[in-house]
């Protein structure tokens, strides 16, 4: 059995593409080394992650992740057992929305087509579901007092 995690959240520092690719590169380095998969979607100052894994190794990778000052307000939605992963063999995919990809935030970074492409079939998966919908521009309520970028955002 492997652990899956969803959560989302809301972007305080303002990364600039290499600021990403950076993330992204140590992300890979690490999850790969830890058996873990998954895929990072980010969407105008928010963020959906996807974790799955080996159980010890994504709830302490997660537990990190949470406390990360670089965004706020990280809400879990998907804490499950699974006999296989949604996104086999990949250790960090990556999409910006809108999928039209017509004004990117993160020039240089690009989409996992095929993780999107998995996404897209999976059709009665809850959690694909919900990525697809995050994706698709979605409003995902979020907010609070010590989140102000995201706010501002959102109303
Ligand atoms: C939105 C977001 C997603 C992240 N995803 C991962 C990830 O999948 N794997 C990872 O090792 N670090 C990820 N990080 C970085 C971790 O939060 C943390 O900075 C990194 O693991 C280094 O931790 P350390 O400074 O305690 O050594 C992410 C950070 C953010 C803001």
């Known amino acids: 059995m492997i652990r899956q995690l969803l959560y989302r959240s809301g972007q305080l520092h303002e990364f600039t593409g290499p600021d990403m690719a950076r993330l992204l590169l140590q992300a890979r380095t690490f999850n790969a080394r830890h058996g873990i998969g998954g895929m990072l979607l980010w969407q105008d100052g928010l963020f959906m992650q996807l974790l799955e894994g080996p159980a010890a190794a994504v709830d302490a990778l997660y537990a990190r ?3 990360d000052p670089r965004h706020c307000e990280v809400r879990l939605m998907v804490r499950a057992e699974r006999t296989a992963p949604l996104l086999p ?3 960090m ?3 910006e ?3 039209d990809g017509e004004a990117l ?3 240089g970074l690009e989409t996992d087509s095929q993780a999107l492409a998995l996404l897209e079939s999976a059709r009665s998966d809850r959690v694909a579901a919900a990525m697809r919908d995050f994706l698709h521009g979605a409003p995902v309520p979020i907010g609070g007092l010590g989140c102000a970028r995201v706010m ?3 109303l």
């Open 65 to 67: 992740i949470a406390s």
């Open 89 to 91: 063999g990949s250790h």
């Open 93 to 95: 995919a990556w999409c």
């Open 97 to 99: 929305a809108p999928l």
């Open 105 to 107: 935030e993160f020039e």
């Open 152 to 154: 501002e955002r959102v």
